[in-house]
């Protein structure tokens, strides 16, 4: 053993003569000795990382939004209409009706804000014109469809009107020939405002018009609709009970709704009373969320190849450039090994770097566009972490390739190039 020693009597000291501890400070060294390349090569890693995390930061502040719009909507409105079986010809006969004082029988469950009946009215044959003369030679057009409400419709269905009034419970419980007309009805009609106090006529009988509705949050159908009061309708076309019922109700407030309303509303029979209230996110909504971070993922690794690819570009050319320094080591006796793990870890270092920055710099602009547009910044910290560490990643990866090179080179060959 003594001989051996001997014989070799550097071996151990040579075991140690690059460690890495040598390595990081050679590589840091080597990192800052260029601080406008440094901050050119870290600039692409940060746009890369930042991009990532903007894109992922955003897509789920994005869908976070879309979820707070479908809420906005779905979370407060209920509707409610009777059951329905099928008979022996196959068609749908309802189970029960609606009573005509089904508004007034929700408002007293707690947490009903608003609440109207809503029904096709079934006109027949008759025609819906903005004339008293029929004109044959005149094209045909196709007829709106009647619908006849309660008057607290407005407010149930988040509706808003562009002019005008919707009735109130006098036109209700007198059968008054008033109407509303829906943007779409109103267009088809002719009829551009309530000013002049106009008129359609339904089957040769007069409705001054008295307002005209242009947006609502349910019941969509009612903008291309001729809008009358639920006792015009009793009055006019035999509807013997109202067909649906929509309510405005406190967030929160759906179970309770769903509990009592159809007993409420049937108190002998309420299983033929259907309730609908806010649920579960839709399928829909879902998918859409989901599609978002898909979309900005893909987007965020597109930018963060660009930015791995300028790392390696950055390490080679900087391989190119000290292959003098490269064969001096070497000639001093660094192996091969130590090279490559010198321009690994200044790769490395470089990634980290730039992670670090572009983390921080993502998180910072879904803050700011977040405050600008008033929405809840949404950021999973583990995906923040992540990014970070994919910049020392992208760094490790980008730098394999010029590493293997600058180990590869011969000690002559090298300071020949370099001279």
Sequence with gaps: MRLQRRLHPDRSRRADHFRLRDAFAEATAGVGARTGRLLLTVLGTVLGIAAVVVTVGLAQTGANRINERFDAVAARHASAEPATREDAWGQSRALAELPRDAPERALRIAGVRAAATV????????????VSVHDPSAPTRAVPTVMATSADLLEAVGGHLAQGRYFDCGHDGRGDRVAVLGVDAAERLGIGGVATLPSVFIDDHPYQVIGILDATDRRTALLSSVIIPQGTAEADFGLVAPQAMEMLIEVGSGPV??????????PTNPQTIKVATPGRPSA?????????????????????????????????LSVMERSGEIGLRRALGARRRDVAVQFVIESVIVGTLGGLIGAALGVAVVAAVSFVRQWTPILDLRMVIGAAAAGALVGLLAGLYPATRAARMEPVAALRAGL
């Design 119 to 130: 029904s096709k009215v079934d006109i027949g044959d008759a025609t819906i014109t903005a």
């Design 257 to 266: 709704v769903n509990d009592q309303l159809a007993t409420s509303l049937a």
């Design 284 to 316: 829909v909504q879902q998918a859409i969320q989901s599609e978002l971070v898909v979309v900005f993922l893909a987007l965020g690794g597109v930018a963060l190849l660009i930015g791995g690819v300028g790392i390696a570009n950055v390490t080679l």
